[in-house]
């Protein structure tokens, strides 16, 4: 059984301040013995930022803030997951990235939220560029990782080709916007794609007084919750114990019953 990290945290826009309190919470969870550590959506810069250059501020995946994050890695033998804004070859979009470093402090993954959030008034897409591939399966020492961005979790094709590639732990950094019915929804998905999958989701979500809910959940392959954040900054903890996906496929073989001949994949 290994021990995962949320990082619950709100950002400012100034990228600097960011990476200092990413330090605090890794030691936080190094004093835990978590192996891993994981920080939401917009995490590098926050947005949308006040004085209008989240464009501005993006850095490539070679810049400063995923340098230092590469540092702290391989000081505290710790992998990191975190949300940035990755400059691309349009001056006027980012993508929405995440980055995977391990305990050694090598970027071994990345990846660009596909599903960009064009809803409730929000329109994601006017400065983000989309993500054109699903993200591939990492092997961890929590497990077989599998990512997807806030609103990724409403399209449960992406779980589920996740899930078909080995995934054992799906991880959700995320930056939900407060609202009516919202948190029934996040914490109603979170669910249901852990057990749809039977596989562990676990969710880390931004929180700020104006626009994010904090309130982080995560589930396990049966369904029981195994952490709750509250409206604020907090360092959580999920175990994760892989034999109990094994356990839960055994009782109930959904992936033995799938009606492959009616699925494209």
């Known amino acids: 059984m290994e021990k995962i990290a949320i990082a619950q945290t709100t950002s400012s826009g100034n990228w600097s301040e960011n990476l200092r309190k990413a330090e605090q919470f890794i030691k936080r969870a190094k004093a835990e013995k978590a192996k891993m550590i994981v920080f939401p959506e917009y995490f590098m810069n926050y947005y949308p930022d006040a004085d209008h250059k989240y464009i501005e501020k993006a850095q490539t995946l070679h810049g400063d803030f995923v340098s230092q994050m590469k540092v702290f890695a391989k000081e505290y033998k710790m992998w990191i997951i975190f949300g940035m804004n990755e400059k691309t070859v349009d001056e006027t979009?980012?993508?929405?990235?995440?980055?995977?470093?391990?305990?050694?402090?090598?970027?071994?993954?990345?990846?660009?939220?596909?599903?960009?959030?064009?809803?409730?008034k929000w329109q994601e897409s006017r400065d983000?560029?989309?993500?054109?591939?699903?993200?591939?399966?990492v092997q961890t020492p929590i497990g077989m990782l599998g990512l997807g961005?806030?609103?990724?979790?409403?399209?449960?094709?992406?779980?589920?080709?996740?899930?078909l590639k080995g995934t054992q732990?799906?991880?959700?950094?995320?930056?939900?916007?407060?609202?009516?019915?919202?948190?029934?929804?996040?914490?109603?998905?979170?669910?249901?794609?852990?057990?749809?999958?039977e596989m562990y989701v676990l969710g880390c979500c931004h929180y700020s007084e104006k626009h994010y809910m904090g309130r982080s959940t995560g589930f396990g392959p049966d369904g029981d919750r195994l952490y709750q954040g509250v409206e604020r900054e907090e360092l959580l903890f999920a175990a994760i114990d892989l034999e109990q996906i094994k356990i839960v496929r055994k009782a109930n073989p959904v992936f033995e019953n799938r009606r492959r001949d009616l699925y494209e994949w």
Request: hydrophobic share 40%; aromatic share 16%; glycine share 4%.
């Open 128 to 137: 983000t560029i989309e993500g054109n591939r699903f993200f591939e399966p």
């Open 149 to 163: 961005v806030c609103y990724d979790l409403r399209f449960p094709e992406a779980a589920r080709y996740e899930a």
């Open 169 to 197: 732990v799906m991880i959700y950094p995320s930056a939900w916007v407060k609202g009516e019915n919202k948190f029934i929804q996040w914490e109603s998905l979170l669910r249901a794609r852990a057990i749809e999958n």
């Open 93 to 120: 979009k980012n993508y929405n990235t995440m980055a995977v470093i391990n305990e050694n402090g090598q970027l071994i993954a990345h990846y660009h939220k596909t599903h960009l959030f064009n809803a409730y």
